[in-house]
């Protein structure tokens, strides 16, 4: 119940193109999912992230998207270029406790030029 | 902008042996975190740490590992005899307790050979 199950594992997109990555969680009690981006050598940095009162929150070219009854949620990448080529993660938390951040599988993502 | 401090960037240690792993947090942070990534996986949690004591741990986190705030700026996870499988990237995290505050260092590669 703990587990947040992400797809693809890998994703290529021509740049210009969208990229869209899933993700899904079982434990209705999580009430906070960020999404992190990883480069090559380099620690998860904060991208975007949404509470599950709101079902979509844009920055810039990043949308998440989020299905509550579902308990799904998505990140869309507008307008991909090679510079956001790169490792995403999401991840679940419960805010209110330790902030323990259980996080899912990756994906892979390769923007061509 | 702040960030955290991870030292050595790479160590490589002869099964049995122990290491420390040292982490420099954001320093008005208040909650600190280490979290493991085996090469190609996800980022696991391993231990919370808040008021000076650990907060939750996971089960990954057994009695050969432990952590510690010496000083009040150095945050260290010690691995008291490492096997083969303790290869992987350590990250340190802190946080202010606002889940949007919360950082990762760049890591350490651990290698146990």
């Known amino acids: 119940q703990q587990q947040v199950k992400q797809s693809p594992q890998s994703l290529i997109v021509q740049k210009g193109g969208i990229s869209i990555i899933n993700c899904a969680y079982e434990?209705?009690?999580?009430?906070?999912f960020p999404w992190y981006q990883q480069f090559p050598g380099k620690g998860p940095a904060l991208l975007i992230a949404?509470?599950?009162?709101?079902s979509e929150k844009k920055e810039g070219r990043f949308t998440i998207s989020f299905n509550k009854s579902a308990k799904q949620f998505s990140l869309h990448i507008m307008d991909s270029q090679p510079g956001d080529s790169a490792t995403y993660f999401c991840?679940?938390?419960?805010?209110?406790?330790?902030?323990?951040?259980?996080f899912g599988q990756g994906t892979t993502l390769q923007v061509k030029p | 902008e702040p960030e955290v401090t991870q030292t050595p960037s790479h160590q490589v240690t002869q099964m049995g042996q122990e290491v420390i792993l040292r982490c420099v947090p954001i320093?008005?942070?208040?909650?600190f975190y280490w979290y493991r990534q085996i090469l190609g996986q996800k980022v696991e949690f391993l231990v919370s740490?808040?008021?000076?004591?650990?907060?939750?741990k996971s089960e990954i986190f057994d009695d050969q590992f432990s952590v510690e705030r010496p000083d009040g700026s150095n945050f260290t996870l010690k691995i008291r005899s490492t096997k083969l499988e303790d290869s992987a990237m350590y990250f340190c995290?802190?946080?202010?307790?606002?889940?949007?505050?919360?950082?990762f260092g760049s890591g350490t590669r651990l290698t146990v050979v």
């Open positions: 740490f808040y008021n000076n004591e650990i907060s939750e």
């Open positions: 434990n209705t009690a999580f009430d906070y």
């Open positions: 320093s008005n942070h208040l909650y």
């Open positions: 991840a679940a938390t419960i805010a209110s406790n330790t902030g323990k951040l259980i």
């Open positions: 995290a802190s946080s202010d307790g606002n889940n949007y505050g919360y950082t």
């Open positions: 949404i509470r599950p009162d709101v």
